[in-house]
């Protein structure tokens, strides 16, 4: 099993990113999301200059907020930076698009950047379409003056539902997902692999994306310091899909918290003081960094368990191992705010050196 450390884009995160390599983390992520974070490149690339083997990628670039040759170029240039240690993680975008009111982007858009963007990596020319317009382009300059083309960047997809699968097993080189039942993750990865190019008979690597607090003994899942730890990225299972006209209520809530997530949405989110029309965002403020006021009580023990790798050291190895078992590559933890030292800490020094 490989691990992760997963960043909210801030821009002091390569100290953490060094002290997660020194601890035996294979990669660091980082989120791109513009109304919440720092710039997602420019903290990969202080990440970049300051690590030396500790793989990095975009936790995911949201395709359709930056157009696809913007895509190209900026992870090309942390590929020059960092030669062979790079990955595009492109994505949909729940929370970037969210934080501002926006849809999602389309199935669609991903197939067409994704297509751009490797036929750009791969040195040659890529047909770019803006509206009815149409272009042949390609990086003009020698690659080795500015970016780095020679260095394979591999493209892995954050999607979950069925149509979003099968685009991944078509064209991605990896997989990211969520939840931690390993027969749900069983299934889907079993499902991704047998549609995948019947050419290609290597499994597709999959990271899961997750939180985790080792606890100290006698500690209670109920503690502040685990609230602190892993509550902001728990609570994210009930928050709400943001559409005034469609609103999906708990869209990434396990089915053993969907009582917990309409109770979140009738009693937090329908009393906010925002109006309705830019009440998402409200609803995406503290995002994976801090519990809003009078959202700790719906972080339940039973939630904590569902979304998160928290408990005493032997009981997340056991976890962990059972996710190997499924098919998990990589099990990324997310940083909640930005101090990341207990976390890389207590999973370098008590479960990585144990799985």
Same mark, same amino acid.
Request: negative net charge; aromatic residues 8%; hydrophobic residues 40%.
């Given at each position: 099993?490989?691990?992760?450390?997963?960043?909210?884009?801030?821009?002091?995160?390569?100290?953490?990113?060094?002290?997660?390599?020194?601890?035996?983390?294979?990669?660091?992520?980082?989120?791109?999301?513009?109304?919440?974070?720092?710039?997602?490149?420019?903290?990969?690339?202080?990440?970049?200059?300051?690590?030396?083997?500790?793989?990095?990628?975009?936790?995911?670039?949201?395709?359709?907020?930056?157009?696809?040759?913007?895509?190209?170029?900026?992870?090309?240039?942390?590929?020059?930076?960092?030669?062979?240690?790079?990955?595009?993680?492109?994505?949909?975008?729940?929370?970037?698009?969210?934080?501002?009111?926006?849809?999602?982007?389309? /199935?669609?858009?991903?197939?067409?950047?994704?297509?751009?963007?490797?036929?750009?990596? *791969? #040195?040659?020319?890529?047909?770019?379409?803006?509206?009815?317009?149409?272009?042949?382009?390609?990086?003009?300059?020698?690659?080795?003056?500015?970016?780095? /083309?020679?260095?394979?960047?591999?493209?892995?997809?954050?999607?979950? #539902?069925?149509? #979003?699968?099968?685009?991944?097993?078509?064209?991605?080189?990896?997989?990211?997902?969520?939840?931690?039942?390993?027969?749900?993750? *069983?299934?889907?990865?079993?499902?991704?692999?047998?549609?995948?190019?019947?050419?290609?008979?290597?499994?597709?690597?999959?990271?899961?994306?997750?939180?985790?607090?080792?606890?100290?003994?006698?500690?209670?899942?109920?503690?502040?310091?685990?609230?602190?730890?892993?509550?902001?990225?728990?609570?994210?299972?009930?928050?709400?899909?943001?559409?005034?006209?469609?609103?999906?209520?708990?869209?990434?809530?396990?089915?053993?918290?969907?009582?917990?997530?309409?109770?979140?949405?009738?009693?937090?989110?329908?009393?906010?003081?925002?109006?309705?029309?830019?009440?998402?965002?409200?609803?995406?403020?503290?995002?994976?960094?801090?519990?809003?006021?009078?959202?700790?009580?719906? /972080?339940?023990?039973?939630?904590?368990?569902?979304?998160?790798?928290?408990?005493?050291?032997?009981?997340?190895?056991?976890?962990?191992?059972?996710?190997?078992?499924?098919?998990?590559?990589?099990?990324?933890?997310?940083?909640?705010?930005?101090?990341?030292?207990?976390?890389?800490?207590?999973? #370098?020094?008590?479960?990585?050196?144990?799985?």
């Amino acid at each position: 099993m490989d691990f992760g450390i997963s960043f909210p884009s801030y821009i002091r995160a390569y100290q953490d990113a060094k002290m997660a390599e020194d601890h035996g983390f294979s990669h660091a992520w980082f989120y791109d999301s513009h109304m919440l974070f720092c710039d997602v490149y420019c903290a990969m690339a202080l990440a970049a200059e300051h690590t030396e083997h500790i793989k990095l990628g975009s936790m995911v670039s949201i395709l359709g907020n930056r157009i696809a040759p913007v895509t190209a170029h900026s992870i090309a240039t942390i590929n020059e930076l960092a030669p062979g240690r790079v990955i595009l993680g492109v994505g949909t975008g729940f929370g970037a698009r969210n934080a501002m009111g926006m849809r999602p982007t389309s /199935l669609k858009t991903m197939r067409e950047h994704v297509t751009v963007i490797r036929d750009l990596l *791969s #040195g040659g020319e890529a047909t770019y379409r803006e509206g009815k317009t149409e272009r042949v382009i390609r990086f003009l300059h020698r690659p080795d003056e500015y970016i780095n /083309l020679k260095d394979e960047i591999p493209i892995y997809m954050a999607t979950n #539902g069925p149509k #979003g699968l099968q685009l991944t097993a078509e064209i991605a080189d990896g997989w990211v997902t969520i939840g931690l039942d390993p027969a749900y993750l *069983s299934s889907l990865i079993g499902g991704v692999n047998n549609a995948r190019d019947s050419q290609s008979n290597k499994p597709l690597y999959t990271v899961n994306l997750s939180a985790g607090c080792v606890l100290r003994p006698g500690e209670e899942l109920t503690s502040a310091r685990v609230a602190k730890e892993v509550g902001p990225y728990a609570i994210l299972a009930l928050h709400t899909n943001w559409d005034p006209k469609e609103m999906a209520i708990g869209p990434f809530a396990p089915p053993g918290v969907a009582a917990l997530a309409q109770q979140y949405f009738d009693e937090h989110v329908m009393h906010m003081e925002t109006p309705m029309e830019k009440r998402y965002q409200e609803m995406h403020s503290g995002h994976l960094m801090y519990l809003r006021e009078g959202e700790q009580k719906y /972080l339940t023990p039973e939630l904590l368990k569902l979304t998160t790798l928290t408990g005493p050291p032997g009981e997340i190895i056991d976890r962990i191992q059972a996710l190997e078992a499924a098919g998990v590559s990589n099990i990324s933890l997310n940083v909640c705010g930005t101090d990341a030292h207990t976390l890389i800490r207590d999973f #370098g020094n008590h479960i990585i050196p144990h799985v």
